[in-house]
């Protein structure tokens, strides 16, 4: 079977690197992909959006099954693009279409969702430009710190927490009547501020059946002990040792279930990954939001503890025969450490020459942000590498990851050298 990818990150790399180790696989595309993505498949040079080169791709490559990594061209409809194309009927494509991707794509829509299939989440409210008093009123209800929410898509950009009242209505007269985010902040979800500790689930669903895959958590912030401003990710962890038994089966029962049930129940064909952002208060989870894609770095550290063959978890999701497979996965702890260029997240410097990866031995590295330029692996992005390691114990594996990571050289190169820190 030939397979596309889309996408150029870490996430993409790591489902490349999982699919090349099926015997079910014929040949692997890439759009467009990243250095490491090369080594392994063919990198197409296809925007993620540009579906009508996807499409004459698909037919000039014979390609079977499209799987999806970023939200944007699943907000944007690609799967909908594909089952609409009489030329393209064969195809398989995992990821959502644009009615399930609205999980992601509004905010307001997966707080309606959740409101009605009773999934527990943050008090909130949702206003535009025209209730921008009705904002400021809401905010004097709520207690500091403050959320605020670009509805739409914002690049990870778009969720602010703020203490001071006053900067918060400030903020929210930004977003609303001065488009701080775009047309992703014509309307604001304001949410009640939940205090507990994160993390993520992530379940793949057939329609019909779905499977959990491991549990992670990730560290968002660019300093150390969560300090600073927000990233993609600077690096995960999997399994959450927080996450026991008692509380992964309230998950189940009162967030994964109604989630898989409420998609049914208001007839959203929903064929893909659905990542679950949670908050664990007082021994309960909460939802924070819905993604319908899988994380970044998450993937780096659940992927590789999947034993059971990915394609045939691909292949049975298609057929909505996600009931007949059993999923195995490795009990061992997994850690990725994420090598970002100096600067990120704001400006930063691409194109510097990383050497090293070769010398890696007893960790793997994803690439994240890289191309090949003149016979050299370069930086071409905030988040450039991520190594992840197993261990038997989350710190055991730390170590393995930060001592792969001194073989690894590029110009100005910056890592959160505590991550785990807090599960430690």
Not at 114 to 126: D, F, L, Q, V, W
Not at 278 to 293: A, T
Not at 397 to 406: F, M, N, T, V, W
């Amino acid at each position: 079977m030939n397979i596309l990818i889309l996408g150029s990150g870490g996430r993409e790399h790591t489902l490349a690197w999982k699919l090349n180790q099926s015997k079910k696989l014929d040949k692997l595309f890439i759009a467009p992909g990243n250095a490491g993505t090369a080594q392994i498949g063919t990198n197409l040079n296809i925007d993620v959006n540009d579906f009508q080169s996807i499409k004459e791709a698909v037919l000039k490559y014979a390609i079977k099954m499209i799987i999806i990594g970023p939200e944007d061209p699943l907000v944007n409809g690609i799967h909908d693009f594909i089952v609409s194309d009489n030329e393209l009927q064969q195809v398989a494509v995992i990821g959502p279409k644009k009615a399930g991707a609205q999980l992601e794509g509004s905010k307001d829509f997966s707080k309606q969702f959740m409101e009605r299939h009773n999934i527990p989440t943050a008090k909130y409210k949702s206003f535009t430009n025209v209730t921008l008093e009705e904002g400021y009123q809401f905010l004097e209800e709520l207690q500091a710190p403050y959320v605020l929410k670009a509805d739409g898509l914002a690049a990870g950009k778009g969720v602010l927490i703020l203490n001071s009242l006053e900067k918060a209505r400030s903020e929210l007269k930004e977003m609303l009547s001065n488009q701080k985010f775009g047309k992703a902040s014509s309307k604001v979800v304001i949410e009640e501020f939940l205090d507990g500790i994160e993390m993520s689930c992530f379940v793949l669903t057939d329609g019909k059946n779905y499977i959990s895959l491991p549990n992670a958590k990730d560290y968002k912030r660019i300093g150390e002990a969560d300090t600073g401003l927000n990233t993609g990710g600077m690096g995960a962890i999997s399994p959450v040792p927080f996450a026991d038994a008692t509380f992964l089966k309230k998950v189940e029962e009162r967030i994964i279930k109604p989630t898989i049930n409420g998609l049914q129940k208001d007839n959203i064909d929903y064929q893909g990954f659905i990542f679950i952002g949670l908050i664990k208060v007082n021994n309960e989870p909460l939802v924070i939001e819905y993604n319908v894609r899988l994380g970044d770095p998450e993937t780096e550290v659940i992927i590789p503890r999947l034993k059971t063959d990915l394609l045939d978890i691909f292949i049975a999701t298609a057929e909505q025969k996600l009931d007949t497979i059993t999923i195995e996965f490795d009990k061992r702890s997994v850690t990725t450490v994420m090598l970002v260029s100096g600067g990120y997240p704001e400006a930063y410097q691409k194109g510097k020459e990383i050497s090293g990866i070769e010398a890696v031995k007893s960790s793997i590295v994803f690439h994240a942000g890289t191309i090949r330029k003149e016979d050299k692996t370069v930086s071409n992005g905030g988040r450039v590498i991520a190594v992840t390691s197993f261990g038997e114990t989350i710190e055991e594996a730390l170590e393995q990851s930060y001592e792969s990571i001194e073989n690894i050289k590029f110009g100005d190169m910056y890592y959160r050298k505590d991550i785990g820190f807090d599960l430690i």
